[in-house]
C-alpha cells in the first residue's frame, strides 16, 4: 500500500501562486499515473490533473488549465502542484493519488492539504 501526504496549502490573496507537494511512501510512484484532485465544501471530489507515467505528458481540467501545472520527481517519489493566478473558487482541500482507467484513485486517499482564496 502506498501512504499519500499532501502539503503546501494555506491562505492566499487571489492572484496569487500556491505550490502543493505529495510524497508517497511505501511503492514507487513511477508506476502510476499520478493525478490531483480537490474537494470544495459541500462538493464531491473532483480531478485537476494527471501526469502519465510512459510520457510525462499531462492533462487539465478545463476549470484550472493554463493556471495550474503538475509535474513529479520520481527520484523523491514527489508530485507536484503548481498554482498560479488562483481565484476565489480554487479553494479546497486537495488531494493527489495515482490514477487508473477511470480517473479514480487507486490508494487510500491522504488527508489532503487546504486551499483558501480570497477574494
Known amino acids: 500500500q502506498v501512504q499519500l501526504v499532501e502539503s503546501g496549502g494555506g491562505l492566499v490573496q487571489a492572484g496569487g501562486s500556491l505550490k502543493l507537494s505529495c510524497a508517497a511512501s511505501?511503492?514507487?510512484?513511477?508506476?502510476?499515473?499520478m493525478g490531483w484532485y480537490r474537494q470544495a465544501p459541500g462538493k464531491v471530489r473532483e480531478f485537476v490533473a494527471v501526469i502519465r507515467r510512459s510520457d510525462g505528458r499531462t492533462y487539465y481540467a478545463n476549470s484550472v488549465q493554463g493556471r495550474f501545472t503538475i509535474s513529479r520527481d520520481n527520484a523523491v517519489n514527489t508530485v507536484y502542484l503548481q498554482m498560479n493566478s488562483l481565484r476565489p473558487e480554487d479553494t479546497a482541500i486537495y488531494y493527489c493519488?495515482?490514477?487508473?482507467?477511470?480517473?479514480?484513485?487507486?490508494?487510500?486517499w491522504g488527508q489532503g492539504t487546504q486551499v483558501t482564496v480570497s477574494s
Open positions: 511505501g511503492r514507487t510512484i513511477s508506476i502510476y499515473d
Open positions: 493519488n495515482a490514477i487508473d482507467s477511470r480517473y479514480e484513485g487507486v490508494f487510500s
